[in-house]
């Protein structure tokens, strides 16, 4: 194998695919790019075993041909390349020759033939939505997925589409995110669950926000098209929350709040909490006023913040970076916040219309 081509766009390239490479594996060739040459493109893989990218860029190809190289080392060395080209030769024996100015360097690959096969993905209804609406939509649920591999389902964000309503769910346990929007597709009602890890990758991929990007279904892989990269993902399977009916059906209170002046009075009442000194905000919702407070060994912080309230006098607790994440959350200048006491959990939604729900578990405070 022999090719030529611009150096800043395979080092990009590699840089992206490199995204799905493993870095924990027994198998050497995982650890690696598939460089593949071949009819004027040079096609780039990289692939874990459960997520992979490809990808193809123009380049000069003088004999075609394949190889896998070390992808670390690959991007290392692409990035410090002096020239605005590099060449790149493979001879029989598997060593690769990487010339760029006055930089030469050779490195030891593997077979082509040792790289496993990127799954393909066929049949269901092809899914296209706006690659800037699905961005927000991951950023706005992506935080709720759960880290904790005991349950993995939980460590993906749930698809469900129900007419032409996408919806995409996340949950770990101590909170809930969900997110809607209205897509254009006329194909049967579906629900997938996607690793947190794929989707965080391939929204990293997108370049052009107004494009759409083509989401393609199997029964256990699904595949983005996102710009000139094809993202590959196992689904994952289990039973997933029962969300619905963890969202509780009444409220006794309901607030009207400026999203940041919210979040800006927890932050200040959460400046004597950390890793080593946890300890809930304490929260009392009463006479058209929020006043957020902390106590830990260091000390005692306090805020208020004014807000529209209706109903019963509330006084509740919350992991503060839970609260935070869920305010930062949402997209608008104002937020309803309800609840139903001090043991139940606190919804944030929109003023208006059902974008978004986020559902937070409180903390159990002790008697001051």
């Not at 649920?141 to 469900?160: C, D, L, P, R, Y």
């Not at 947190?196 to 991929?205: I, Q």
């Not at 139903?340 to 974008?355: D, R």
């Amino acid at each position: 194998m022999k090719f030529v081509c611009d150096t800043a766009v395979l080092s990009t390239a590699c840089q992206n695919v490199q995204r799905a490479v493993s870095a924990k594996t027994t198998i050497p060739a995982v650890e690696g790019i598939l460089i593949k040459a071949a009819d004027g493109k040079l096609m780039l893989t990289g692939y874990d075993l459960e997520f992979g990218i490809n990808t193809a860029i123009e380049a000069r190809i003088e004999e075609a041909g394949g190889i896998v190289l070390n992808a670390k080392l690959l991007c290392d060395i692409l990035r410090k390349l002096p020239g605005d080209t590099v060449r790149i030769e493979c001879d029989e024996r598997l060593l690769a020759r990487i010339t760029s100015g006055d930089a030469d360097y050779s490195l030891v690959g593997i077979s082509k033939d040792d790289y496993p096969e990127l799954p393909s993905v066929m049949g269901g209804q092809p899914i296209e939505i706006n690659m800037g609406i699905l961005k927000e939509m991951v950023r706005q649920t992506i935080f709720s997925v759960a880290t904790n591999e005991s349950k993995a389902v939980h460590t993906g964000i749930k698809f469900e589409i129900e007419g032409k309503e996408l919806k995409l769910i996340a949950v770990d346990g101590f909170r809930l995110a969900i997110r809607r929007e209205i897509i254009e597709y006329d194909g049967e009602d579906v629900s997938f669950i996607v690793p947190a890890k794929a989707l965080s990758e391939a929204v990293k991929l997108i370049s052009d926000e107004e494009a759409a990007m083509k989401i393609g279904l199997g029964k256990k892989h699904m595949v983005f098209e996102v710009d000139d990269y094809v993202v590959v993902t196992r689904l994952l399977e289990g039973d997933f929350l029962n969300y619905k009916a963890a969202i509780p059906s009444s409220s006794a209170t309901t607030v009207r709040i400026n999203t940041k002046d919210f979040i800006s009075s927890i932050e200040r009442a959460s400046l004597i909490i950390t890793d080593k000194l946890k300890s809930p905000v304490r929260c009392k919702f009463d006479n058209n006023t929020v006043s957020v407070s902390s106590t830990t060994v260091v000390g005692t912080a306090s805020d208020r913040v004014a807000a529209a309230i209706a109903g019963d006098s509330v006084e509740i607790g919350f992991n503060n970076r839970y609260l935070i994440e869920a305010l930062n959350a949402s997209d608008t200048d104002e937020v309803i916040v309800k609840l139903n006491g001090a043991v139940s959990p606190i919804l944030i939604l929109p003023v208006e219309g059902e974008s978004f729900l986020f559902l937070v578990l409180p903390v159990r405070l002790k008697a001051e």
